[in-house]
């Protein structure tokens, strides 16, 4: 089945500095990824939709200088939470989908991020 | 972007009886419904889903229905167990879009 590896699982990182999630599909390619963030009994909220080779498509209240989505190739997709702050702590998660979607979406397993 | 609402929020069944989720979704283009499973701090986990072109599935106790007119699906769960105790999310897609819905707890009382 479709397979889709996230990295790191989780991080701590201090106040002020960055992190770089990945997300790798490994046995098929990813056309679209999409980043979702959910806080503690909370849903996923999107975050934003990236297709390959294209600039990501943010969600209304989301900062794209803070929140850099990268997708250059079909495997990869990554994002990084620049100036990270306390309230960016929560938990990050992907799903991919394949261009005609047959696969569904796939989940990464998320990253549980904490900023101190 | 889709608005993707759910109800209840909360769900208390006695184990045996069944359970009903609600959505309803705003995009007429969506046309994947998809439902999960979801564990504390674990990905979603996919227990059924349906496409516009159809109007009903069913997978063992877990079936979903979908009233494309209205713009709304439903997960049914019969015969249900402790272990469905869980957080379910539904969620809608038009392809470039993937929303989720609020979520609904629910508590299987043996």
């Known amino acids: 089945g479709a397979v889709v590896s996230q990295h790191p699982s989780w991080v701590i990182c201090k106040s002020g500095t960055s992190v770089k999630i990945e997300c790798r599909s490994l046995d098929f390619q990813a056309t679209t990824m999409f980043w979702y963030r959910q806080f503690p009994k909370q849903s996923l909220m999107l975050m934003a939709t990236?297709?390959?080779?294209?600039?990501?498509?943010?969600e209304q209240g989301v900062e794209k200088d803070k929140f850099l989505i990268n997708h250059a190739s079909l495997t990869l997709s990554t994002l990084t939470v620049t100036s990270a702050h306390p309230e960016d702590s929560s938990f990050y998660i992907c799903?991919?989908?394949?261009?005609?979607?047959?696969?569904?979406?796939?989940f990464g397993s998320g990253t549980r991020l904490t900023v101190v | 972007g889709e608005n993707v609402e759910q109800h209840p929020s909360t769900l208390s069944v006695q184990e045996g009886d069944s359970a009903v989720i609600k959505c309803t979704y705003s995009?007429?283009?969506?046309?994947?419904f998809p439902w999960y499973k979801q564990e504390l701090g674990k990905r979603p986990q996919l227990i059924i889903d349906?496409?516009?072109?159809?109007g009903e599935k069913k997978d063992q106790r877990i079936a979903v229905t979908l009233n494309k007119t209205a713009k709304h699906f439903s997960l049914h769960i019969t015969e249900t167990q402790p272990e469905d105790s869980a957080v379910y999310f539904c969620a809608a897609s038009s392809g470039n879009q993937f929303y989720f819905g609020t979520g609904t707890s629910l508590t299987v009382i043996p």
């Open positions: 349906i496409r516009s072109n159809v």
């Open positions: 995009d007429s283009a969506s046309n994947y």
């Open positions: 799903s991919a989908r394949d261009a005609d979607g047959r696969r569904g979406y796939t």
């Open positions: 990236s297709n390959e080779g294209s600039k990501a498509t943010y």
